[in-house]
């Protein structure tokens, strides 16, 4: 079973902090996301990479950044924490389409709040 | 843009009664579309998709999804609800330009004894 694993279930920040959310996958998969998810929003694509030391622009990619070093692991960065980044963070993984419509894999989630 | 809907913010369905789950959608060309399921405190799980293919789909925990081209919708469906499909469900479509999911804003479907 492909496994999405996140470095915290919950975490409490203040204002101004540099935070860091990281994701494991176990799967070899190329793709990896970072969501955030918010009531009556459902979830927003803030950051994608297709391949190691790639990066793209989601949906909503202002006050954060990401990393990838390494294939399995996509790091999520808030370079400095705002009340309005409060929310459930959520990692995903897939393969490479190559022509099939692979689904993601989801992490359990990061919820994050800045006071 | 392409985008897709989940117009019922919640569904409440007694238990052993069939439950629909809507989700329609707007892409160019052809659609590819999926269901997740996000139960209390983790993450999301893949119930099922569609491709291509015979329009009735069939998914994870007995739950399957009615692709309809004309209505533009693919709404997920159980026969027979338990308490335990309680959670928050999520339709996605793949946009065809970029290829990223859009997800619906999720519907919380609550089955009662």
């Known amino acids: 079973d492909v496994k999405v694993t996140q470095s915290s279930r919950y975490l409490v920040k203040r204002t101004g902090e540099k935070v860091f959310l990281e994701c494991v996958q176990d799967?070899?998969?190329?793709?990896m996301f970072w969501y955030r998810q918010d009531p009556g929003l459902g979830l927003r694509l803030i950051y994608f990479s297709y391949d190691v030391k790639m990066k793209e622009k989601g949906d909503i990619p202002e006050g954060y950044s990401v990393s990838r070093e390494k294939k399995e692991r996509f790091s999520l960065i808030l370079e400095s924490a705002s009340t309005n980044q409060t929310s459930m963070y959520l990692c995903?993984?897939?393969?490479w389409g190559q022509g099939d419509i692979d689904e993601q894999f989801f992490g359990p989630g990061t919820r994050l709040t800045v006071l | 843009a392409q985008s897709v809907a989940q117009p019922e913010d919640q569904v409440n369905v007694a238990e052993g009664n069939p439950l629909t789950v809507k989700c329609t959608y707007s892409v160019s060309g052809n659609p590819y579309l999926f269901w997740y399921v996000q139960y209390p405190n983790r993450g999301l799980q893949f119930l099922l998709k569609?491709?291509?293919?015979?329009?009735l789909v069939k998914g994870s925990y007995g739950f399957e999804a009615e692709f309809n081209k004309s209505q533009t919708s693919f709404h997920l469906k159980k026969p027979s609800a338990l308490v335990s499909d309680s959670a928050l469900y999520f339709c996605?479509?793949?946009?065809?330009?970029?290829?990223?999911?859009?997800f619906g804003t999720g519907t919380r479907l609550q089955v009662f004894p």
């Open positions: 996605a479509v793949r946009d065809t330009n970029t290829d990223k999911l859009i």
């Open positions: 799967m070899d998969h190329e793709n």
């Open positions: 995903a993984s897939s393969l």
């Open positions: 569609y491709i291509t293919g015979d329009n």
